[in-house]
Structures are given as C-alpha cells and as structure tokens.
C-alpha cells in the first residue's frame, strides 16, 4: 500500500508560484508503475482533477491550469510534484495527490492528505 505525504502548500500573492510535492512512503516497490494524479477541492466546490503523470512520464491538465501548472516525478525518490505558476485566487483550495493504478482514468488506490493554497494579496 502507498502512504502520500503531501507538503508544499501555503499563502501566495496572485502571480506567484508554488511548488508542492507527494512523497510515497513506506513499501514503495510498485511506485513506478502508478499514474499519480493531483486534486484539488476549493471551499463549497467539488473535488477536481488537475493533472495527471503516468508511469513513461505522459502528463495531461485540465483546461484552468494548462499552461501555468507542470507535474513531474522522480521514481528514485517517490516523489511526484506540481510546479504551480502565474497562480490566481481562484486556484485556492485543498490540493490533493492520489495514486491510480495504473493509468490516469484508472481506480484510486491512495490519497494524500492534503496541503492548503491560498493566493491572496
């Protein structure tokens, strides 16, 4: 089972960027062969999907980050990340990251915690 610690997130001026990152820890053998997703779920808002890395490195994004968002990984260190740039006040919210297996349309097998954004002046 992977276990997705989430860290990164915190208060930014709009035009900002952040990066946040998704360690898996614990048994992390079938790491690579995960697609890793990244939510988020903004106040009184559905939980959406923004992103998605498959296992060759493949990313898609949704149409309000494409752009100004970059996912990226590093299978040596379990890690995925979310490189957030030119970032909003709209893009606020409770930022999730999720472990599919295998693919990005694939069932979620593990959920992060969660990290906070806020873009504020």
């Known amino acids: 089972q992977l276990h997705l610690v989430e860290s990164g997130g915190g208060l930014v001026q709009p035009g900002g960027s952040l990066r946040l990152s998704c360690a898996a820890v614990g048994f992390t053998l079938g790491y690579p062969d995960y697609a890793m997703a990244w939510f988020r779920q903004a106040p009184g808002k559905e939980r959406e999907v923004i992103s998605c890395?498959?296992?060759?490195?493949?990313?898609e994004y949704a149409d309000p980050v494409k752009g100004r968002f970059t996912m990226s990984r590093d299978n040596i260190k379990s890690t995925v990340y979310l490189q957030m740039n030119s970032l909003k006040p709209e893009d606020s919210g409770v930022y999730y990251c999720?472990?599919?297996?295998?693919?990005?349309?694939?069932?979620?097998?593990?959920w992060g915690q969660g990290t906070q954004v806020a873009v504020s002046s």
């Open positions: 890395i498959t296992s060759n490195m493949s990313t």
């Open positions: 999720a472990a599919r297996y295998t693919t990005c349309s694939s069932a979620i097998r593990s």
